[in-house]
């Protein structure tokens, strides 16, 4: 069982930048793949970035690449979403995921993940 908790929401003016952490209880954090996903109103909960056991492979949806980098702390079981240049269009609840590290590869669907947080706001002004 692991256990994620978000923090480090806000509100931010266009173009500035904010950093999510995800806490993880449990001492396999380590055997788990991570992935950040985000929630606007009226949307589908869509993929950001994910990051490998071991934090050598990292991946990121078209709409990020460039602005957001996702990193983890596996001896603070803690992943993180540094989020530069922010758009408004990036105004959405964002959630922290876990999945046992399989094979690897991006794991950017939803019900791939095995393990939620309860989300932290993000809201970009213009």
């Known amino acids: 069982q692991v256990q994620l908790v978000e923090s480090g929401g806000g509100l931010v003016q266009a173009g500035g930048s904010l950093r999510l952490s995800c806490a993880a209880s449990?001492?396999?954090?380590?055997?788990?793949?991570m992935a950040w996903f985000r929630q606007a109103p009226g949307k589908e909960r869509e993929f950001v970035a994910s990051?490998?056991?071991?934090?050598?492979?990292?991946w990121y949806a078209d709409s990020v690449k460039g602005r957001f980098t996702i990193s983890r702390d596996n001896a603070k079981n803690t992943v993180y979403l540094q989020m530069n240049i922010l758009k408004p269009e990036d105004t959405a609840v964002y959630y922290c995921?876990?999945?046992?590290?399989?094979?690897?590869?991006?794991?950017?669907?939803?019900?791939?993940?095995?393990?939620w947080g309860q989300g932290t706001q993000v809201t970009v002004s213009s």
């Open positions: 995921a876990a999945r046992r590290a399989t094979t690897m590869r991006p794991f950017t669907m939803r019900n791939e993940y095995e393990y």
């Open positions: 990051i490998w056991w071991n934090g050598g492979s990292t």
């Open positions: 449990g001492r396999t954090f380590i055997q788990y793949a």
